[in-house]
């Protein structure tokens, strides 16, 4: 006798369980990279400031004792060519004697003594570039000028709460106690800077 074999073509359905507990996950693990992303997207930079922001600076029209002002990342950017005598009073000057002894100069070691030449680039010693807001509580700077002979080696005062700084960018008396930064910069030409 032949035997019938009843083929039986059951198909498996995932119970409803299963289905509510698959969606359950596929929502928590959507949900929370959603949550979690804000945390990852504030470590990047900032959208309004570039990376490198640079800034390129024609010295030409800068005549010998001229200070200028030029924006750079929204901060005030003193360049001055100093004359001759400037330069040998900003030189005759010891780190020891003032309130900071560091340069300040982003291109330097943190402990690089606060001599002129730590604060100006070889061979160019005439031209000074840094930052112009006091280092007390970010004033902008005025010239010493109607203050001060080239004797006296006074570069900048600020109006506000009267520190000073000398023909270098150094502190030398008032509530500022460190010396004004000196930004990367980079000459390009002898006439041209790049700062940044």
């Not at 000074?128 to 000028?145: D, E, K, R, Y």
């Not at 570069?155 to 700084?165: I, K, V």
């Amino acid at each position: 006798m032949a035997e019938i074999v009843a083929e039986t073509h059951e198909t498996v359905q995932p119970a409803r369980r299963d289905f509510i507990i698959q969606a359950a996950q596929a929502f928590i693990g959507v949900g929370s990279k959603m949550a979690f992303w804000p945390f990852v997207d504030q470590m990047n930079p900032n959208q309004a400031t570039s990376a490198r922001e640079v800034k390129d600076v024609d010295l030409r029209p800068i005549r010998p004792g001229q200070t200028i002002s030029v924006q750079w990342r929204g901060t005030p950017i003193l360049i001055r060519n100093r004359p001759p005598e400037e330069v040998r009073i900003a030189r005759r000057t010891l780190a020891s004697e003032l309130p900071d002894r560091f340069a300040r100069n982003e291109a330097l070691p943190p402990s690089a003594p606060a001599d002129d030449a730590n604060r100006t680039k070889e061979g160019y010693g005439n031209w000074l570039v840094v930052v112009g807001a006091c280092t007390h509580m970010g004033c902008l700077l005025g010239p010493q000028q109607a203050h001060a002979t080239v004797t006296t080696a006074e570069g900048w005062l600020c109006p506000c709460h009267a520190a000073r700084f000398d023909l270098s960018g150094r502190v030398l008396s008032g509530p500022a106690r460190t010396n004004l930064a000196v930004p990367l910069y980079q000459f390009l030409t002898p006439s041209r800077i790049r700062i940044g």
